[in-house]
C-alpha cells in the first residue's frame, strides 16, 4: 500500500509538470505558425490547466473506470470551487471586474445542470459525450469570435490569459516540449489511475469516491497554483478566470472522454449527490462574483464558508463509505 501511495505522488508531480510542458510547447509552436496570441491564450494556453484532468478520465474510462473518470470531472469542479477559490480568497480578497468572467459564469450553472440531465438515468451514452463535445467546440469557437469581434480589448482576463503565451522559443525547442509532453502525460495519468484503484480497494472505497476525493484534489493542484500567483500579482480576473475557464473545460471536455471511450451505467451518486452539491458551488460561486454595475469583491469570510464547506462535502463523503 506504501508503494501505491509514492507512485500516486509520484503520478500526480509527472501529470502536472508534464501537462505544463505540453502547454508551453504547443502555445509556442502556435506562436511560431503565426497563430494571433489572443487564440492561443484562449484556447490552448486556457485549456492547459485541465489537461490533468483529460488524462486521467481518458485513462480511467480506457481501464473501465467510467465512475472514476465521473467523479474526476465532478469533483474538480467541486474542489475547484469550495477548495482553491476558498484557500485563494483567504489569502487575498479577489476582485471580480472582467466581463468576460460575468458572460461565463451562468453558462457554468447552464452546463454544470446539463452534466446532471447526463447522470440523471444513470447511464453514460456515447451520443451524450459527443453532444457534450460538440457543445465544447461550439463554446471554444464562440469565445474566440466575441473577443476577436470585442471593440474593448482591455478586457483583464483576456489580456492577462493573452500574456501567458510565450514568446521567443524556437520551433525545435517547441517541438521537443511538446513531444515530452505528449510521453508523459498519458503514461503518468496510467499510472496515477492504476495507484489510485489499488488504494481504493484496500480502503473499500467506490470508483466514483476515489475521482471525487483523491484524484479531482491532485488534479486540481494546476488551478490551485494558478490561482495563488494570479493574487500575488495582482491578476486577480486571471486567477478566477483559471476557475470558471477550468470547470467549463471539465464538463465539456473532460466529462466526455468517459461516455465515448467507455459507455456505460454510472453510480447513482453522481447525480443524486454529487452533481446537486456541484451545482450548488456554482450558484454560491455566482452569488459571490457577479455585480454588474461594478467590480465585486470575494471576501476572506466567503473564502472561508466555501473552505468549510469542502471540508464538510469531504466528510460527508467517507461517512458514507461502507
Not at 480502503?203 to 471525487?212: E, K, P, T
Not at 493574487?231 to 486571471?238: G, I, Q, T
Request: net charge negative; charged share 10%; aromatic share 8%.
Amino acid at each position: 500500500m506504501v508503494t501505491s501511495f509514492v507512485i500516486l505522488i509520484i503520478g500526480f508531480a509527472a501529470l502536472v509538470w508534464s501537462a505544463d510542458r505540453f502547454v508551453y510547447g504547443a502555445a509556442a509552436l502556435a506562436k511560431n505558425m503565426g497563430i494571433p496570441t489572443l487564440i492561443i491564450g484562449l484556447t490552448v494556453v486556457a485549456m492547459g490547466s485541465s489537461a490533468p484532468e483529460m488524462m486521467v478520465s481518458a485513462s480511467a474510462a480506457l481501464a473501465d473506470k467510467t465512475d472514476t473518470a465521473v467523479g474526476n470531472a465532478v469533483g474538480s469542479n467541486i474542489t475547484n470551487i469550495l477548495l482553491v477559490l476558498g484557500v485563494t480568497a483567504l489569502l487575498r480578497p479577489l476582485s471580480v471586474s472582467s466581463m468576460t468572467l460575468k458572460r461565463e459564469m451562468p453558462l457554468v450553472l447552464l452546463i454544470s445542470v446539463a452534466a446532471w440531465y447526463v447522470f440523471s438515468d444513470n447511464y453514460f451514452s456515447f451520443a451524450e459525450g459527443i453532444a457534450l463535445m460538440i457543445a465544447f467546440a461550439v463554446f471554444i469557437g464562440g469565445l474566440v469570435i466575441v473577443s476577436l469581434r470585442a471593440k474593448n480589448q482591455d478586457d483583464p482576463f483576456v489580456s492577462e490569459a493573452c500574456e501567458d503565451v510565450p514568446n521567443d522559443v524556437s520551433t525545435k525547442s517547441a517541438l521537443f516540449w511538446l513531444i515530452i509532453g505528449m510521453i508523459l502525460l498519458p503514461v503518468s495519468s496510467h499510472f496515477l489511475v492504476e495507484s489510485a484503484v489499488d488504494i481504493a480497494k484496500y480502503f473499500g472505497l467506490s470508483d466514483l469516491v476515489i475521482g471525487l476525493t483523491i484524484i479531482a484534489i491532485g488534479t486540481s493542484l494546476p488551478e490551485l497554483a494558478a490561482c495563488i500567483a494570479g493574487v500575488l500579482k495582482n491578476e486577480d480576473d486571471l486567477a478566477l478566470g483559471n476557475i470558471v475557464g477550468s470547470n467549463i473545460f471539465n464538463l465539456l471536455a473532460v466529462l466526455p472522454l468517459a461516455g465515448i471511450i467507455n459507455p456505460s451505467i454510472i453510480d447513482p451518486s453522481a447525480a443524486n449527490r454529487d452533481a446537486l452539491i456541484m451545482i450548488a458551488a456554482t450558484v454560491v460561486l455566482i452569488a459571490m462574483s457577479l455585480n454588474f454595475k461594478g467590480a465585486r469583491r470575494i471576501n476572506r469570510v466567503e473564502g472561508g464558508f466555501l473552505l468549510v464547506a469542502f471540508i464538510a462535502y469531504q466528510g460527508y463523503i467517507f461517512s458514507q463509505v461502507g
